[in-house]
């Protein structure tokens, strides 16, 4: 009883085996008289997963995702099936074969070889297989590509003109950079708050001559405006950072006339935009005359901008990638002229433009046989398109179940 069940399944649905034991593989759809199962359909979608891996595109994350993934390869193997069976049925009309099968097993055996890689029998059978589908499919839509008009002369010809700005290529400029910045706002009010920190400790100082320092500017800064302040903070910490080289003073005292010293060393490198313009032009009077190498070895001891490391050396730039003026300055520059001092996006700007490459169109005889490829491979997917359609329109598909099931 248990063998007539298992024969009248088998007879239903193809089979897989396993092992020992007869699993049974259910069938998801005719396409005329043949059949495609849940196992073609996870096979054909691991492949495609792994090729959309390969490639970077978005692999499925759910189960509706997996489901339409798993439909795209059901329609694939459909529409792969239907072409074969036109294939078969056009090998036997016109007494002709579509593929050298002797060839195929040929190539099966010399890939094992090739790869080091010892196939079974059963292995070597799947991949004769998967490669006569291939060309089968190959031949087919290569006899309906061939009764296509081919691609003429005038025809590229207008692809291009309508292609220009494809094949349009922007001016280019290879550029060296030593960028300077001034001080900015936020490092400028730290500093200002460390000066009244040391304002406020002063009045706890021990030592008499620098408690005196704050208690002769403490009414006066309560009273005054906040640049009277400021001028206040500033006497202040200089007049306690000028008291370092006193002997006398007690322990406690001296982290307050270090904090004032380090506040004026600081406050010793800040630099406002003309002071900022100043030093970027006395290093540019240092460079006249000399050679991109020169210009780099002060990029790396001075700028502090992109690419400092390596010599400020931004590489081809093309019109955009900076700012508009910029950009009036490196496409307008003669190569290895070393440009004026320029300010530029709240930051001091000196370039060394070692080349230049005026904006051009790529030549027609330059890209034509691109072109063409492109045009065919349109042309290609057109004609398979219509293909489909019409085999699909003489064909019997029907599902046996719903694709969902097949998806674990």
Known sequence: MRACLLLLLALSCPCLRAGEGLVMD?????????VVTGSDIRVRAAERFEDYTRKGKPTPSNRAESIAFFKEALEDLT????????????????????????AIAQQVIEQARSTGRRMTLREQAEQRKRLERFRTI?????????????????????????RAHKYHRPAQAKVLLILLRPSDKAERKEVRGQKLALFKNLQNAVDAG???????????????????????????????????????????????????????????????????????????????????????????????????????????????TYSPGFDAVAFTLAPGTLSEVFWSEDTANLLFVSERKEARTLPFAEVSAEIETELFEVQRDETKKRMVAMLRGKASIVNAIPIDQVVE
């Open 138 to 162: 190959q031949a087919v839509l290569g006899y309906f590509e061939s009764r296509n008009a081919r691609i003429t002369p005038n025809e590229l010809y207008e692809e291009y003109l309508a």
């Open 79 to 102: 529409d792969e099936e239907l072409f074969i069976q036109y294939g078969k049925q056009f090998a036997t009309e016109h007494k002709i074969q579509l593929v050298d099968h002797d």
């Open 26 to 34: 259910l069938v998801v759809r005719y396409v005329n008289d043949t």
């Open 210 to 320: 620098l408690k005196a320092i704050v208690e002769s500017r403490l009414d006066r800064y309560l009273a005054g405006s906040t640049e009277e302040q400021d001028r206040l903070l500033e006497e202040t910490t200089r007049a306690v950072a000028a008291m370092a080289a006193r002997t006398d003073l007690v322990p406690a005292d001296l982290p307050l006339v270090e904090t004032a010293r380090r506040i004026v060393e600081r406050q010793a490198a800040f630099r406002d935009q003309d002071a900022t313009l100043k030093q970027l032009a006395d290093i540019r009077a240092k460079l006249t005359g000399r050679d991109a190498t020169a210009f780099m070895d002060q990029a790396k001891a001075s700028s502090q901008g992109p690419k400092a490391s390596d010599g400020g050396d931004l590489g081809w730039i093309e019109p955009g």
